[in-house]
């Protein structure tokens, strides 16, 4: 089905940029001017998925966003003029699942939009297996031998992808692809300080390694040969 978008923006210019847009990938799109009337829309035709400007007249961004997740757990991309931690973090305090600062290019937005609709895809819970590793995808929690850890968000979306293919070297490009989904252009070290922490959690007590650096290319989850 066809996802739902609703875009809560002020500014026509960025609101019509954003509606032509969508409407060319295909998603049904609603859009608001106001928080007020973006709250009303989102009670009549539920969305699938919110992009919620910060800053709007009358009821600002931050309040809409609390509305918004307390009535329902809909994903919330925030549109923000200024990259500042403080914006970033009362956003994410509010309940927003990410944010996007402006100016901004649409493939950009585009990325985020799937990456947060990708997470709605129902799946029932289970666990996955490999050698004494263990991670539960309902509690999103790892377990190694018998001792459990909790894993972040990050954390979690990378083992989940060695988990579902064990055995097989992962590409530096394919983990990119997968788990951050859009550029952090450069060269980036983001992967290497993840594993890191992943190894940190999985080979406590001196256990042995299981994921492992494929030098040049990438990473492979396997038993110690
Ligand atoms: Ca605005």
């Known amino acids: 089905m066809t996802a739902r ?11 019509e940029f954003i509606n032509r847009g969508l409407n060319y990938e295909g998603y ?6 106001y928080g007020q009337t ?6 009549e035709n539920p969305p699938d998925l919110v992009l919620l400007d ?3 007249p009358g009821i600002d961004g931050l309040e809409v966003c609390r509305r918004l997740r307390a009535a329902s757990d809909v994903p919330i991309l925030m549109l923000t003029a200024k990259e500042t931690i403080e914006d970033r973090v009362i956003g994410l305090d509010a309940g927003a699942d990410d944010y996007l600062v402006k100016p901004f290019a649409f493939d950009e937005l585009m990325a985020r939009v799937r990456a947060l609709l990708r997470r709605l895809q129902p799946t029932k819970p289970q666990v996955y297996r490999f050698d004494d590793l263990e991670l539960d995808t309902g509690t999103r929690q790892g377990r190694r031998g018998d001792r459990t850890f909790d894993l972040t968000a990050k954390e979690y979306e990378l083992l989940e992808l ?6 097989q070297v992962l590409t530096r490009e ?13 060269e980036s070290n983001i992967i290497e300080v993840y594993v890191r922490y992943l190894r940190q959690k ?3 007590n001196e256990l042995p390694r299981l994921i492992h650096t494929v030098r040049g290319i990438g990473y492979v989850l396997r038993e110690e040969s």
């Open 202 to 204: 999985t080979e406590s």
């Open 174 to 186: 394919v983990i990119f692809d997968h788990v951050w989904d859009y550029d952090f252009g450069g």
């Open 38 to 43: 973006g709250l009303d829309l989102a009670r």
């Open 28 to 33: 049904r799109v609603d859009t608001a001017a």
């Open 5 to 15: 978008i609703l875009v809560i923006e002020d500014e026509d210019r960025i609101r």
């Open 54 to 56: 910060l800053m709007l």
């Open 162 to 167: 060695f988990m579902r293919h064990p055995r």
